[in-house]
């Protein structure tokens, strides 16, 4: 295969809807670095993902009466064993079971606990028709782990047609999180999102961000929205993971780093991830996010762009393998700056244009 890096990208555009459109408008130019041959670097070495603190306690859903057969709902179980550990935190075990969870009740998970599924335990949505709903919510907490088993969204029998934000995880305003070795698929929004929480709910308080976040060995595959959504954060690492086959709403990214305001996203860094199959952009970077890098990820078939900085700051983007995608490899538009490229490979891409859809018209 022949290696190639990127020449310079074009197209400022004034509407976001238009930028997942891929609408034309003024130039910005890519800073690239190294020759116009290059081999890609050694494999990435695997993240050991961090523990993080908590006591020695541990209880199992089914001592709190969890069932685990698919048809009775278990969500309160879950919320009594969460709720039953010491105040120094521990362990809560789910053991291998198809586990009914309401996303409306919103599984509060607390800090200093270790959510641990068996490779064979499933936590399955309760079709529901809420614009927001959400199998787990770390909001406010500090030191959890999740790992383990699958998550299954009510994307299939969901039971409202509005709304965009019934995710499988949702991290609002923690720290010091790991979400390890898990499947989430079949979300109604996001599979993972991630972004800041008003302390109390308080519009008048400024949003506290999630910070110190770690993602590792975690699938999220087939979701409505976005396969991870990073907003309002600090220090949010990805490492080992993929984000396939998004597609229902858009902006339908692999992963979004997309703050709303007044929030900003910094220091994220994605690291030997496989990003593929989603209907927009594998990877966009959005305004008030600085301070990114993707390295060492492979980002094909995605319809829109490779990876796509709109009015972004400070940037790395290399080692990367980028190839099959409908728009261009890699595009910085919208007064990015201080991207850097290299060493990465990219072919047969904009060999899929395509019109945008009646929907995307219709969210412009």
Same mark, same amino acid.
Do not use: F
């Given at each position: 295969m022949r290696h190639r890096t990127a020449g310079p990208f074009a197209?400022?555009?004034? !509407?976001r809807r238009a930028f997942l459109r891929g609408s034309i408008g003024a130039s910005v130019s890519l800073v690239l670095l190294g #020759?116009?041959?290059?081999?890609? !670097?050694?494999?990435?070495a695997t993240l050991v993902p961090p523990s993080r603190a908590r006591g020695s306690a541990r209880t199992s859903v089914r001592d709190h009466?969890? /069932?685990g057969d698919g048809v009775h709902d278990d969500s309160a179980a879950f919320q009594h064993a969460i709720d039953a550990l010491p105040d120094d935190g521990g362990?809560?075990?789910v053991p291998a079971g198809t586990y009914l969870i309401d996303p409306t009740r919103r599984t509060s998970l607390r800090s200093r606990m270790h959510l641990q599924l068996a490779p064979d335990a499933q936590l &399955?949505? &309760?079709p529901n028709a809420e614009q927001r709903a959400y199998v787990l919510m770390a909001a406010l907490v500090s030191d959890v782990e999740i790992s383990g088993g699958r998550i299954l969204g009510d994307r299939d029998a969901h039971l409202g047609s509005t709304g965009e934000w019934g995710h499988g +995880?949702?991290?609002? #305003?923690?720290s010091r999180v790991t979400v390890r070795d898990i499947h989430v698929s079949r979300c109604w929004g996001d599979g993972i999102g991630i972004g800041g929480k008003r302390p109390g709910g308080k519009k008048k308080l400024a949003p506290v961000p999630s910070q110190d976040i770690v993602l590792s060995g975690v699938t999220c595959t087939g979701n409505r929205r976005q396969g991870l959504t990073i907003g309002h954060s600090h220090d949010v690492r990805v490492h080992d993971c993929e984000f396939s086959d998004t597609a229902g709403t858009l902006p339908q990214c692999g992963i979004d780093i997309e703050p709303d305001a007044p929030g900003t996203a910094v220091r994220a860094h994605i690291e030997n991830c496989v990003v593929r199959g989603n209907r927009g952009s594998g +990877?966009? +970077?959005? &305004? /008030? !996010? !600085?301070d990114i890098t993707v390295k060492g990820c492979t980002i094909e078939d995605n319809r829109g762009y490779g990876v796509l900085a709109i009015g972004t700051t400070d940037g790395l983007i290399v080692d990367n393998l980028i190839r099959g995608n409908g728009l261009k490899g890699i595009g910085l538009r919208g007064g990015s700056r201080n991207y850097q490229a290299s060493r990465n490979d990219l072919s047969g891409n904009r060999l899929r244009q395509r019109k945008p859809s009646d929907a995307e018209r219709r969210n412009d």
């Open positions: 197209d400022v555009v004034a !509407s #020759g116009a041959a290059c081999t890609m !670097s050694a494999s990435a009466g969890a /069932r362990t809560v075990e &399955k949505a &309760k +995880i949702a991290l609002y #305003g923690a +990877i966009q +970077i959005y &305004k /008030r !996010s !600085s």
